[in-house]
Every structure is written in C-alpha cells, then in structure tokens.
C-alpha cells in the first residue's frame, strides 16, 4: 500500500466536519491507482452501499466503459474513485435530486482530495458531472469541455483531465446526439491515455 494511504483513510472515514450532511464518508479507495475518477458527493444508495456509483447512475457509467472491455469489478478494482465531497448533502427540495454541495463543505472536503492527489499522484483524473469540472479545471459549461483532454495542478502535481457528463437520469445533456459524440470522444481519450492503458494491461 502507498505509505500513508491507510493513515489518509483513517483520517477521511472519521470526518465528520460538515453539519449538514449524512450518513459516514464514502470513497471507492484504490491504493497506488494512477487513475482516478471525480464525481459530486455520494447519493443514500452509496452511502448505503458504502461505495460509489452503486445505483442506476453507476449502472450506466460502468456501462459507458464496457466498450473498452472494462466490467464494473475491474474498474472498481483498479481506478480511484472518490468525489468533491464524501458525505450525502442530502435532497434538495425544490429540485427533488440531491442538493449541490455548498462552498463550506467543498472547501472543507478539499483536504481529502488534495491528500489522495499527494499520495496517489494520478497521472489521468477524469471529472463526472460538472462540478467535479468545476473543482478541477475551473470550468463546468459541459459543450465546451467534454471531449477535450484538460491539464490541471493541485495539491503541487501536474495531471491530465478528461470530463464526463453525470450519468444520472435526471441529466437530458445526453439527449441530444451532438453532446452524446462529445461523450464518446471523452472516452476514447480516457481509453487512450497511459494511465488507462497501464492500469488495464494487468488484468488478466
Ligand atoms: S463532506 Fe468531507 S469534509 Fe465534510 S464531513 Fe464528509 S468527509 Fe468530512
């Protein structure tokens, strides 16, 4: 395990920083990945679970990646996956969906990705949803950043980005067949990237 990991998880899972959030922290935690995925906060079904994307929206990110001959358990295996926030902000009721995370808790969650970031020295991050974009590369208007490769820096290291839609179905952004080839654009290059050919080529 990277030195330090388990210490790191031993400080995040023990958080309880935020007043207004529920239920215990979540992180999909993969020591020495070199790939990372970046998603808004986990929903009650993952803090339920304990993991990320464990409900419908996973069920189609995962199915986004079958393309490459990745399944759900190699990709949880292998790839990082945390989010701005760990803890569920709980519904928003004017939308009905799950309430964005504010600044006080983002800033505040912000020490835990930074650490992973140290630690883990991702060389590709890819960004679900946009503030996840946002945190990341400072931009979150999806047309413009979708099926680009971005090269950001945090917490003193260098990576490349690569910035999905959220796959949740209450997003329409993918109705439109315009958007759905930026999408397929986004993964081809996360496809493409080393970390992503280096972390798949090991499992057989
Ligand atoms: S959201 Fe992040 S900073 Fe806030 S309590 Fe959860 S783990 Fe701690």
Redesign the pocket.
Known sequence: MVAGFAEHLKT??A?????N?FG??VTGAVAGAKLMLVGQ?PGPHEVEDRRPFAYTAGKRLFGWFERFGVDESQFRSRVHMCAV???F?GRDPKSGGDRV?NAE?IA?????LDREIQLLVPKLVVAVGTLAAQVLIGESELRRIVGKKHRAERAGHKFDVVVLPHPSGRSTWLNKEENRALLDRSLELIAAHAAWRATFRRRK
């Open positions: 995040l899972y958080c309880r920083l935020c007043p959030v215990a922290p906060a926030i760990r803890c902000p995370p808790e505040n969650c912000a020490a835990h």
